[in-house]
């Protein structure tokens, strides 16, 4: 028989950067998820390691006056938020200091002065998202959302709070949708994409779905109004189940026809902080009319097309090939002459490419994870008087802050986060180098 793991009490120090309060015992740090800083918990264990133990609150003795009460019921057993039961001041709070001990840490780095957090939505505000689905025969239903914390099961959700609408209320319907078909047994995920003028969703199916099913399928689009896709193979796969589909799009100011993406694209999350966020980096950048601009990273465009706006020109540059063409899209329907979109390698890039040996004036980096090692000798390398930073992680973020500071010739002048995913321990931040003297 199989003995309970104990019962033990202790005081939480601090937020870790998943969002679990950190707490000593015997020396030992133990990570406990639901607890938070200057609370005194009961916890048990639920994962022994080398260095660090695993914990969940089993009862809250003492609260912290910042603790509320989680707005959304799945809050706890899903894995889509972490943060729902910390205020929202205290949330942004945490990831600052998440951001400034890492520059510390990893990049040896303080910048000059920290920035005001950019602040969008905190509900509804999710506009990308991929979810999984499964028939679960013990439950006799198909699950539909994120998966549980610290689990690789799908949490069975009614609804989800911070998918952008009309898509967070339909989790229900999508899951009655998916059962009643014959290939139930073979949708392996649900991909959202929601733009400003229509939103869509991409089926994964292992299985090519009948006539009868396309049936079901074409008339929860009639009756819920998004647009279905189904992907049977790989992303060149994905295909509209009614043609033709519209194109989705996200509005950005200066821009009379927006920026067209497709359902698998990459575009920012939460689309209220992504205008804020390009209205910063734009801002922070300064350009001048006779400016030349590089946007490596570049996307869809999304920051290549209102810096165009301002300066005499401007190089984006991505790796997905796909992306650029429709970037290059993008600044036609707009009306844009003066940007130029090249697809390259940022990862493993010489400076053979034309582009690469330019000289611009400032640059703006916005790399995926992993940071933009490889490539910032080439950023730097006609000395810009600016770059701006976009990070979606810490880590790469100081890393890569410390080479620009410590070899490259840079100085940090500001930093600030951008609360992208409210409610996630997720972190982004936007910084200002500029060129030492």
Known sequence: MKVPTPVETAGIESLDQEGR??????????FVDGA??????????????RRHDEAVVVEVLRASPERRTPRCPH????????????????????????????LVRIGGITPGEWLP????????????????????????????????????????????EVLAAPVGAQLTALSELVASLGIRRRVAQIEVAVGDNAAALVLRVLDEPDAADLD???????????????????LDTVRPLTVPAVPLRYDLPGLPAGIEFSPTDFIQVNGALNRLMVARAVELLDPRPADRVLDLFCGLGNF????A?????????????????????????????????????????????????????????????????????VAASSRPRRLVYVSCHPGSFARDAGILAGQLGY???????????????HVETIALFERAP
């Open 21 to 30: 309060g950190v707490t000593h015992v015997g020396g030992k740090a133990v």
């Open 36 to 49: 938070l800083p200057g609370e005194e918990v009961r916890f048990r264990r639920t994962r022994r390691q």
């Open 75 to 102: 809050f706890g057993t899903c894995g889509g938020c972490a943060l729902q039961h910390l205020e929202h001041g205290a949330q942004l709070a945490a990831k600052g200091r998440v951001v400034a001990d890492t």
């Open 117 to 160: 957090p950019l602040i969008g939505p905190g509900f509804g505000y999710r506009r990308r998202a991929r979810l999984g689905c499964k028939y679960v025969d013990r439950k006799g239903k198909v699950l539909v959302g994120f998966r549980e914390r610290s689990s690789p099961l799908i949490a069975d959700l009614a609804a989800c």
């Open 216 to 234: 079901r399928l074409r008339a929860f689009e009639a009756r819920y109004g998004v647009a279905l896709y189904l992907q049977p193979g790989g």
């Open 304 to 307: 290549s097309l209102p810096l």
């Open 309 to 377: 706006q301002r300066a005499a020109g401007v190089d984006g540059v991505e790796g997905d090939a796909g992306l650029v063409a429709r970037a290059r899209a993008n600044a036609a329907r707009n009306g844009i002459a003066n940007v130029t979109f090249h697809a390259a390698n940022l990862a493993a890039e010489s400076q053979a490419r034309d582009w690469a040996r330019t000289v611009y004036d400032l640059v703006l980096l916005d790399p995926p994870r992993a940071g933009a090692r490889e490539i910032l000798p």
């Open 411 to 425: 100085r940090l002048a500001a930093a600030g986060i951008m609360d992208m995913f409210p409610h996630t321990s």
